[in-house]
Each structure stands twice: as C-alpha cells, then as structure tokens.
C-alpha cells in the first residue's frame, strides 16, 4: 500500500532525524508486540487492525541536539504518515488504517512530540485524520478510569477519525472537535494556506492555544490531550 504525497510539504530534514526503520507492519527495530497486545482491551480497533497488517510502524532516532531541527523533522515525518493514510481510509477497512511514527533516542530536556502533534491534529483534523500522542512511560486512563499500559516508546499514530466518538477526546478544542465530527476529505492540499515550513507552521500553532476552562488557566499545547 502505497501512495504519492499530495501536498508541497517537504521530506524530513535530513540530520534532523535518521531512519531507522521503514512502514513495516512487524518492525524489528522495537518490540511493541506485547504493548499492543495489551492495548488491544482498551481499544476496539487495534487488534483487527493488526490482524490485517493496516496497523504500521515508522522508526526514527533523534540524531540531533537542536530542538526545534528534531520537531521540524518529527512535524514532516507526520506528514509524510497523514498522506499515507488519506488515500486509504477510503479503501475497505481502511477506518482500521494507521501509521504510527516512533521516536527513539529523545535526550533532548521537554517534550518532542507536544508542538509537531498539536500543528499536525489541527491541519489534518479537519479532513478526518485523528493524530495521537504517546509519550514513553506515560501512565494514562481510559474513559472508564482503567490504567493503560504505559508505552515502551514515544510515537505519533495517524489515523482516521471515528466521526462517532473522537470529538470527546477533543473537549479542550471544541472547534477542532465540531469539524472532526463532519469531516470529510475533498483532497485538499492542507498547505494551500500555509508554508510548510517549520517556522511558519510552528507560529501559526502558537496561535490555536487551548480555550480556557472555567476557574482554571489557560493550557498551554504541552498539555494538551
């Protein structure tokens, strides 16, 4: 499965990040096998998306002490990933698609993943791509206040929406969740309003800060869920 980009957006910026491990369905490179498996209880989707090779794994080391080099990369290698899945949600099973970007060799202090997730969700939402976010050793709870598995690596999956439940994992962005719920993609390019360069995307981000909630300051998109 495989498909050209549809969008001006440069490759990741070599040095930024190194390959370590192309689209595979079964990489060598981590050992997610048993994190998925134990995953699969909270999410209904995962384990037949497995089952039929639509769950992939991109694997990229952090080769680079510049933090806004490595998230330039990070932020175009979820792009490379989100053009990957548009043409396939379309296909049979493609709701079961995903494209799930790890990162390895984080020693930079912060956290990588915050700004490329927050540009990504809000370019990609509105044609009906859900981008998660997954910090190594993170320790979440579903909805029903059960512990998931923290992940043994930090990655980005990229997927696409499902209209009928993913707007409630976007309460803190309630414009991004109305047009997740009637999202459909007309094969935009979701560059034609903006450069896609890093700076220029990373500024535009910085203007799309999570609304306030009453009797609580305002979160910054490090935050974010």
Same mark, same amino acid.
């Given at each position: 499965m495989t498909t050209g980009p549809r969008t001006g957006a440069p490759r990741t910026p070599a040095g930024a990040l190194r390959l370590v491990e192309a689209q595979t369905a079964e990489p060598r490179a981590v050992d997610i096998s048993g994190y998925v498996d134990a995953v699969s209880a909270h999410c209904p989707y995962l384990a037949p998306s497995v089952r039929r090779g639509l769950t992939m794994w991109t694997v990229y080391e952090v080769t680079s002490d510049d933090r806004?080099?490595? /998230?330039?990369?990070?932020?175009?290698?979820?792009?490379?990933?989100?053009?990957? *899945? &548009? %043409?396939l949600a379309a296909r049979p099973h493609g709701a079961l698609v995903c494209e799930n970007v790890v990162l390895l060799g984080d020693t930079i202090a912060g956290r990588l993943l915050d700004w490329p997730h927050w540009a990504l969700k809000h370019l990609y939402g509105p044609?009906?791509?859900?981008?998660?976010?997954?910090?190594?050793?993170?320790?979440?709870?579903?909805? /029903?206040?059960?512990?998931?598995?923290?992940p043994?690596?930090?990655?980005?999956? *990229? &997927? %696409?929406?499902?209209?009928?439940?993913?707007?409630?994992?976007?309460?803190d962005t309630p414009d991004l969740a109305d047009a997740l719920a009637v999202a459909e993609d007309d094969g935009r390019d979701v560059f034609a309003q903006l450069s896609p360069d890093w700076q220029a995307v990373k500024a535009w981000s910085r203007s799309l800060l999570v609304p306030p909630r009453p009797a609580r300051q305002r979160k910054p998109p490090a935050e974010a869920r």
């Open positions: 806004e080099f490595v /998230e330039a990369g990070l932020f175009h290698a979820g792009v490379q990933a989100a053009e990957w *899945v &548009r %043409p044609v009906g791509l859900m981008v998660g976010k997954f910090h190594h050793g993170e320790e979440r709870h579903d909805r /029903e206040d059960r512990p998931i598995p923290p043994p690596y930090s990655f980005l999956p *990229v &997927r %696409p929406a499902v209209r009928a439940r993913d707007p409630r994992f976007l309460a």
